[in-house]
């Protein structure tokens, strides 16, 4: 493994100015690298195949036996470290990793290809503003078997540190894409059905909206079916979901709460949507192998 032979001591060291923009999220000046820290996320990019450009190690920390060869190692004086990664209680360990990129096109070419055989489940987050919200989203999209996550002009970066450390690794693994209005409404186009998660049938309809009577009454999860092709929209975790994504939605569904609560957290709602999908779809699965089970005998 390619080391540095001297403890890098200054703040002005070019790798360290890198490694602070990417945990600053600038790209610019990162060269569009993704900084993680920590040993669980670097064995998850590890995991999942991503290549590191650099590891940083505070002088303070011992050198993990697990560790990739022929990756650029740089020891750190521990001020320098501290005075670049995120993290409130470091745990001594740093890397620059080239982020996996993907598009829309490479997403359903991918489902729909003869070996993958499932209808695709896409979740799409508009306008989620709270890191650890879409960081959990991304983390239930992997849990319950999404295609995909798409999200809308201004939901935070996926690769936010706090929604970073929030998908535990699988944002490493899971499609997120960066979408247009105009993208969402054409997965009617690919064969999916948009399913907008709202409170209740009074968001789904609201009175002051001009349009309201173009706008679906909402249904309860339990009387959906999500084993076909589908997109599943968790909105904004205060305004919830625009009016214009209500009314291209071919349904508005709701998770029923006896609890005296308004709403649900947008990383709960989601989840137990994606759940309910995972569910449904496992169920049918089931029923069709027992069915051809009785057929064949």
Known sequence: MPASTTLVTSRANARVKQLRAAFAGNARLSGG??????????????????PLKAIFLSERAVQPAWLPRGVELLPLAEEVFLSAVDTQHPQGIAAL????????????????????????????????????????????????????????????????????????GSVFRVPVVQTAPADIAALKSRGLRLFAAVASTTESNPESNAESNSIPAALPVSSVNFTQSCALIVGNEGSGLTPELLQISDACVTIPMPGRVESLNAAVAGSLLLYEASRQREASRQRNASQLTTDNS
């Open 33 to 50: 690298l993704v900084a993680i820290e920590g040993e669980t996320l670097l064995q998850e990019a590890l995991r999942s195949g991503l």
């Open 97 to 168: 990793l080239v982020p996996p990129i993907w598009d829309l096109e490479s997403i359903f070419s991918s489902a729909c290809s003869p070996a993958t055989r499932a209808a695709p489940l896409v979740l799409i987050a508009a306008g989620l503003q709270d890191p650890g919200n879409l960081g959990t989203l991304i983390r239930s999209a992997e849990a319950f078997g999404a295609t995909a996550v798409l999200t809308t002009p201004g939901t935070v970066s996926q690769w936010n540190q706090k929604a970073l450390r929030a998908s535990a």
